[in-house]
């Protein structure tokens, strides 16, 4: 008898520490955070895409009221270039002054590209200081950009430029204008001249006509062949992602 009251006693005891036991495991699991690894959304970044064009003398008389109407929140102005010729003459564009004062009239973040023919370091500079003297007093919203491109081989001065010269180029162009205070950026056309790993991505306006995507560089042109309103035939369309 004592056998038996003792051998029940024992079993009583058994069950309620494994009993205790399992339900002690059950608590700390269901306890676990579930979230741990989870990002809040004020962490996340936004990127915010604006609407662009770039714009030149060959865009006729622009009317910047219709323009900004259309949507359009940028605009990159030709100011001047350098010709083909060997003699490689300045030149600034005729509707520079207008297109800018009127762009930022109306509200549109204005800034300026320059069309580069520099053989040198030397025209590089030259070229530099022409834009600054076509600038004046102009405060721009946007970076200047040096586009050095080899066109046609029989219109082109610079047939004979290799690319780490142009990179050489357009690094004397950006310091001298960076020193007066501009943002400064590099025109780069998807599989030409000129390669987007030369620069930090920021550095780069990149050209590729397949279709708008999301991107590292500070702007892209992704056609030739847009429709704008205010700008008779058609314009260069980009755009731009800000944080």
């Given at each position: ?20 036991s399992a339900d002690n495991n059950t608590t700390e ?45 940028f605009a990159m102005i030709r100011i001047g270039g ?162």
């Open positions: 008898m004592k056998k038996t009251i003792i051998l029940i006693l024992s079993l009583a005891v058994f069950l309620t520490f494994f009993g205790c699991t269901t306890n676990v955070p579930q979230t741990t690894s989870a990002v809040s959304t004020s962490e996340k970044k936004v990127k915010k895409e604006l609407k662009g064009i770039d714009v030149s003398s060959y865009s006729g008389d622009i009317d910047w009221k219709a323009v900004k109407k259309s949507g359009v929140q350098r010709g083909f010729a060997q003699s490689g003459a300045l030149y600034a564009d005729k509707k520079a002054a207008y297109n800018i004062v009127n762009a930022q009239k109306n509200g549109i973040k204005t800034g300026v590209y320059f069309f580069s023919q520099a053989m040198n370091e030397y025209e590089a500079g030259e070229e530099a200081d022409f834009v600054l003297k076509q600038l004046g007093n102009t405060k721009l919203d946007l970076p200047i950009a040096y586009d050095i491109e080899k066109l046609d081989e029989t219109m082109t001065r610079i047939a004979n430029l290799s690319r780490k010269d142009a990179v050489k180029n357009s690094g004397v162009f950006s310091e001298k204008l960076k020193k007066a205070g501009y943002d400064t950026v590099v025109y780069i056309k998807k599989g030409k001249f000129m390669n987007a790993e030369d620069y930090s991505p920021r550095e780069v306006w990149f050209a590729d006509y397949t279709e708008p995507y999301d991107n590292p560089y500070y702007m892209l042109q992704y056609s030739k062949e847009g429709k704008v309103d205010g700008i008779s035939g058609t314009v260069d369309l980009d755009i731009m992602y800000t944080e």
